[in-house]
């Protein structure tokens, strides 16, 4: 089993920046790569921004530009840096690791609102 703890989220204005981080215990060792998603009320989860352990990274299109993904997948942390933030971001982020299971592991998720 992995857990994931997720810091960070909240209110921040049009064009604000926030910085999400995610920290991996348990059987971190299955771990090949960790990532963030997000759902919006209506919506489905998407993917935001996720790496492999060898630092490959890949990007909603939606937030190229603006958020980049970094961390350590060996030392099981994955941050998330957002800039430019604007009110369609906001959405309940998720931090998900994934060990090659079809599910993988998910945190609890933290809101982040941006108001316009």
């Known amino acids: 089993q992995v857990q994931l703890v997720e810091f960070g989220g909240g209110l921040v204005q049009t064009g604000g920046s926030l910085r999400l981080s995610c920290v991996a215990s348990g059987s971190i060792f299955s771990i090949n790569g960790m990532g963030w998603y997000r759902q919006a009320p209506g919506n489905q989860r998407e993917l935001v921004a996720r790496m492999t352990s060898g630092g490959i990274t890949d990007y909603a299109e939606s937030v190229k530009g603006r958020f980049t993904i970094s961390g350590d997948i060996a030392k099981d942390t994955v941050r998330l840096q957002m800039n430019s933030l604007k009110p369609e971001d906001t959405a309940v982020y998720y931090c998900?690791?994934?060990?090659?299971?079809?599910?993988?592991?998910w945190g609890q998720g933290t809101q982040v609102t941006v108001s316009s």
């Open positions: 998900h690791a994934d060990d090659g299971s079809i599910e993988g592991y």
